[in-house]
């Protein structure tokens, strides 16, 4: 027997959307909010993977800024030893007598002294030609060996000697054409030596060691001289 359905409660299956309208426009809106939601917590894991990469790398930044900053310290430590080795004295020594046996035989082979050639290149930086009591001032030499080089030197046609007219008292020294050129090789090996000295230096620090070394001049200077 097949079913009836009363007048008006038939329904074509042809006709029924499922589902319908409503929970479509319902359905769609629930899933767009969810895909929001996921893209603002994918952001938020972004973001939270960023910062824990910036704090792991600032954290292994100051981690090796002190331990490289210890091992200065422990080397600073090591080099400030107390002992005949690390005083002033005994280290301002050792640096000359490895200059001397290195610049001696350069100056050597020029047939100079290294006063003599400290004289020359003074000589040099200084226009070529300045008083013999200036001359001794900037090389920090006494008169009378400074009178001894400049005999050598002029010997070796190295330079002139002239009296200035009206004062006796004033003497010049002046470069001739070959004392020149050897100043200028003098001169050229004393830059040498400074950039060995300094090899491992910033301008900075070189700029405080030259400033240091001016005072401790003085210092010498106001202490041991009578």
């Known amino acids: 027997m097949s079913q009836r359905f009363p007048t008006g409660m038939r329904t074509s299956t042809a006709n029924r959307s499922w589902p319908p309208p409503q929970k479509c426009a319902a359905l769609t809106c629930l ?21 824990i990469q910036i704090i792991v790398k600032d954290k292994l930044l100051g981690y090796l800024y002190a331990m490289n900053k210890a091992t200065q310290e422990s080397k600073l430590s090591s080099d400030t030893d107390e002992g005949v080795s690390h005083r002033l004295t005994f280290l301002l020594h050792r640096i000359v007598s490895v200059l001397v046996d290195a610049s001696s ?8 002294s290294i006063p003599a050639a400290r004289a020359l290149v003074a000589l040099y930086e ?23 080089i400049l005999r050598r030197l002029e010997s070796q046609q190295l330079i002139s000697r002239t009296r200035l007219e009206g004062d006796n008292r004033v ?19 004393s830059l040498e030596h400074e950039a060995v000295l300094l090899s491992d230096m910033s301008p900075d620090e070189s700029a405080l060691l030259k ?16």
């Open 31 to 51: 899933l767009d909010v969810r895909r929001r939601r996921c893209a603002v917590e994918w952001r938020l894991v972004c973001e939270t993977i960023v910062g």
């Open 105 to 112: 035989p350069q100056f050597r082979s020029l047939g100079l």
């Open 126 to 148: 200084g226009g070529s030609q300045m008083t013999v009591g200036k001359l001794a001032e900037t090389t920090s030499t006494d008169l009378s060996t400074m009178s001894h």
């Open 171 to 189: 003497v010049y020294a002046t470069l001739t054409d070959q004392g020149r050129s050897v100043g200028k090789e003098c001169h050229d090996a």
């Open 211 to 226: 400033r240091t070394l001016i005072r401790l001049y003085r210092n010498a200077k106001a202490g041991f001289e009578p």
